[in-house]
């Protein structure tokens, strides 16, 4: 009991601090920064976002006008978010709309798929089990904070700061993800692992 115990201890004390007013503008910053960066690609490249949505299951026929569609439904969400705009109604639907993507990279794993998920307008990112562990950690940080009384947007020094300190966050965890795929080129940079030079 004491492994759960533990876990259940520091659950709390994550969600005391997402909840905490700072932790919590942070959060709104975070969300809506991933929001605009998925937006943004989205609407630059409608097409691969449609095509997407169809290996996705969302789309029978790939239409990139509803790939435009849903980056400016990101991009209005990510607003809304900063704005502090009816956030009794925008967290929910937040909170809503990043499970559905969950359910949709769950299942999509779970059948097998294979395919480029176009997240956040990287053409070349498969679909995994981290773009779920991903998606699903948004999801909760979108929960939490649709339990906690909204607080309005205030434009001051402090809510810069939670902005700097939101894309800070952001900007490692790419970074962090990036590791990997790094650690891999630099095992064969130019490409040689095939031939008799090596062998």
Do not use: H
Request: glycine residues 8%; charged residues 15%; aromatic residues 10%.
């Amino acid at each position: 009991m004491n492994g759960f115990g533990s876990a259940i201890a520091l659950l709390t004390q994550v969600f005391d601090l997402v909840t905490a007013p700072a932790g919590y503008g942070i959060a709104i910053w975070v969300l809506a920064i991933v929001f605009v960066w998925s937006g943004l690609a989205k609407l630059r490249r409608p097409a691969l976002a449609a095509m997407a949505m169809n290996d996705f299951g969302i789309l029978r026929r790939v239409r990139p006008r509803l790939g435009r569609a849903l980056g400016a439904v990101e991009l209005l969400l990510a607003l809304s978010l900063i704005t502090g705009t009816l956030p009794v109604v925008i967290m929910p639907v937040t909170a809503g709309l990043l499970w559905f993507f969950v359910l949709l990279i769950a299942r999509s794993l779970w059948l097998g798929k294979d395919f480029s998920c176009f997240c956040f307008g990287d053409a070349g990112s498969r679909l995994s089990r981290l773009t779920l562990v991903r998606t699903t950690a948004l999801a909760l940080l979108a929960s939490a904070l649709v339990v906690v009384p909204p607080r309005p947007a205030n434009f001051d020094q402090i809510y810069l700061l939670q902005a700097i300190s939101a894309a800070a966050l952001v900007g490692a965890v790419v970074l962090a993800s990036r590791i990997p795929k790094l650690l891999r080129w630099n095992k064969d940079p130019y490409g040689l692992g095939n031939t008799e030079v090596n062998r």
